[in-house]
């Protein structure tokens, strides 16, 4: 009966940690104003802190367990997003290549810290198939301490935030599989059938693969729960808008941009939705904007019809509606505007309104350069606005600080009065590179802001170049956060407040203000190469001489003398060839030692131990 007991109790506990798990796969379609498509789906699993899972990836279960961090974020992006066409996007967006950013608790020393971070970097290259494991070493890493913890999400604790990003990293199905696998119905079912046609997903303009992981612990070491937040952010062009100008309006639907439809949901999901948000300027064509949501006067129509409409066009964000994928049997959106004249007038709109950043060169001459941070607003400003920056530099970029110059509407000013925070990691030669995070506050009207510095360039050994050291070497984009610029989210009052509503991963996201964010482009630095072609001489060089010595000596001590010379006494024959491969010994050891300073040490050195000469003949 006590193992019974026991049996049951192990049931029951497994049952309990078993209800604690929870999967949800949603994705938003917006329609563009260039006449693109954004698709963004979003996968959320959640489980406690047990060892026994049913539907939680065993990786990242694992992942959790022997490493002590409290969130990690990694990004493959390919493409840049461009605020100016595509306004915002669902959530910020990255930089082109792979981005790793984590978290630690306070507790861990730095020793420790670095330790932890290189077992991250490893575990995440191998589960995502890519180079992640190159971050590993310290000049790749930078310790930010305050750009990183102004998400207002973030709990206001002393954390310890490591930042690490890979510019070159390629973007490829490699990349996509094991990450379809962390989904507990792969791409087989459910919302991720879409990303089964794989060419589809790698010939969009834009690209980006995240995933989040978020621990909570009770003490070091013990888990209380885990989340996984599983991204894909793309812009798809439709099929129909090849053979149209680039930023006609076009119809579209899921069998056209992505192969088929939605053919059921997940087995273990418990929620599987389809929101499809329509932007305020697109939604009603602009003679028809009155405070009214009738079908009739909307630019466009779209199958099948929706099962929830959340927002109407009057709320100024835009329309958004929603279905559910458990409740059909197909799910194929059909999106066609009802004339090119409307969908022309929905298109005239104000497509953004927010800051735009980016970076570039300046002043290339030789061996010294300048980095520009440049930042400005789509719109006239009439508030204060305060922008922070982090930006992280290779350390053989040398950065000369005391060059800092901050300019306001092209003009130069104090730092002192502008400067909120700042704090400047030092660059060290092959052990950090040099980071810069600083926090402005721009008076009321200004639009543009920028901060630059003069660098020059180092030099690295031959072994530091990578093999395409002629393309140049990356300054990784820029990290710009806008404090007082807020996206703008759906009403929440406008969501119906049902169950199954609030429980929406997505829909808490889109109904969830957050600060304005953005990156800068890459920028390439072209450094002082060598010439690659010597060391191959001196090998080919190097490489024939001994071959030639080598096959001389093995000749000439192998042959055989012919059994006349032998028989007529011929011994000076004999002595000629010795005396031959004497001289030929000495003159190829002469070149050695002559060629090679070690050698001819290690030999002097040799001699003089033995006593055939003094130190001092050396």
Not at 52 to 63: E, G, I, K, N, Y
Request: glycine share 6%; charged share 20%; with cysteine.
């Amino acid at each position: 009966m006590k193992n019974l007991g026991g049996v049951l109790l192990l049931f029951l506990a497994l049952g309990e940690g078993h209800a604690k798990e929870s999967f949800s796969e949603e994705v938003v379609v917006r329609p563009l104003p260039d006449g693109r498509v954004l698709a963004h789906f979003h996968f959320e699993q959640s489980a406690g802190g047990g060892k026994h899972h049913q539907s939680f990836p065993r990786a990242v279960d694992q992942l959790t367990n022997a490493l002590d961090f409290v969130e990690i974020d990694v990004a493959f992006t390919r493409g840049r997003w461009r605020f100016e066409r595509w306004g915002e996007p669902v959530i910020p967006p990255r930089p082109p290549g792979a981005e790793l950013i984590a978290r630690y608790p306070h507790y861990i020393s730095p020793h420790q810290l670095l330790l932890e971070w290189g077992n991250l970097t490893h575990a995440l290259s191998g589960l995502f198939c890519s180079s992640l494991n190159l971050l590993e070493r310290s000049e790749m890493v930078l310790a930010p301490e305050i750009l990183l913890s102004l998400n207002g999400e973030r709990e206001k604790t002393s954390s310890r935030w490591l930042y690490g990003s890979l510019p070159q990293e390629p973007v490829c199905t490699e990349n996509l599989t094991p990450w379809l696998k962390l989904l507990p119905c792969g791409d087989s079912q459910g919302v991720a059938t879409l990303l089964s046609d794989r060419p589809t997903l790698y010939t969009t303009e834009y690209h980006s693969l995240q995933t989040a992981v978020y621990v909570s612990r009770s003490s070091p070491g013990v888990r209380i729960s885990q989340r996984l937040v599983q991204t894909l952010t793309l812009v798809v062009r439709p099929q129909s808008q090849l053979t149209k100008p680039l930023l006609s309006p076009a119809n579209w639907s899921f069998s056209s941009i992505f192969g088929h439809g939605v053919h059921g949901a997940c087995v273990v999901a418990d929620q599987s939705r389809i929101f499809l948000e329509i932007p305020w300027s697109l939604a009603i064509p602009q003679g028809n904007r009155k405070a009214n949501s009738d079908a009739q006067s909307l630019a466009f129509s779209v199958l099948p019809k929706p099962d929830v409409t959340l927002s109407n066009p009057t709320d100024n964000r835009g329309m958004l509606v929603s279905y559910d994928v458990a409740g059909h049997s197909k799910v194929d959106l059909d999106f066609k505007w009802r004339s090119n004249s409307m969908a022309k007038e929905g298109g005239s709109g104000a497509q953004f309104s927010g800051f735009v950043a980016k970076s570039y060169l300046k002043d290339i001459r030789g061996d010294v350069g300048g980095l520009v941070i440049d930042v400005h607003s789509s719109t006239e400003t009439t508030g204060e606005q305060r922008v922070c920056l982090l930006q992280a530099v290779p350390w053989f970029i040398r950065v000369w600080i005391h060059t800092l110059k901050i300019s306001v509407d092209g003009q130069e000013v104090d730092p002192n009065s502008v400067v909120l925070s700042e704090k400047i990691h030092v660059a060290e030669d092959r052990q950090s590179p040099f980071g810069l995070e600083m926090c402005l506050k721009l008076k009321p009207g200004a639009n543009s802001a920028s901060v630059s510095f003069s660098f020059t360039k180092g030099f690295l050994s031959v072994t530091e170049h990578p093999p395409d050291a002629h393309r140049g070497f990356d300054i990784p984009s820029a990290m710009v956060v806008f404090l007082d610029t807020e996206v703008p989210s759906f009403a929440k009052n406008s969501v119906p407040a049902s169950e199954e509503m609030t429980q929406s991963p997505l829909l808490s996201v889109l109904c969830t203000s957050r600060m304005q964010k953005a990156y800068t482009e890459g920028t390439l630095v072209h450094l002082a190469t060598p010439d690659f072609s010597m060391p191959y001489n001196v090998c080919c060089l190097t490489s024939t001489v001994l071959a030639v010595y080598i096959g001389m000596v093995l000749k000439a001590l192998t042959r055989r003398p012919k059994e006349e010379l032998i028989k007529q006494g011929k011994k000076k024959e004999w002595k000629k060839r010795v005396l031959k491969i004497i001289v030929l010994m000495c003159f190829m050891g002469a070149l050695v030692l002559y060629v090679d300073p070690d050698i001819r040490d290690s030999v002097f050195g040799f001699l003089a131990d033995i006593g055939v000469i003094s130190p001092v003949e050396q």
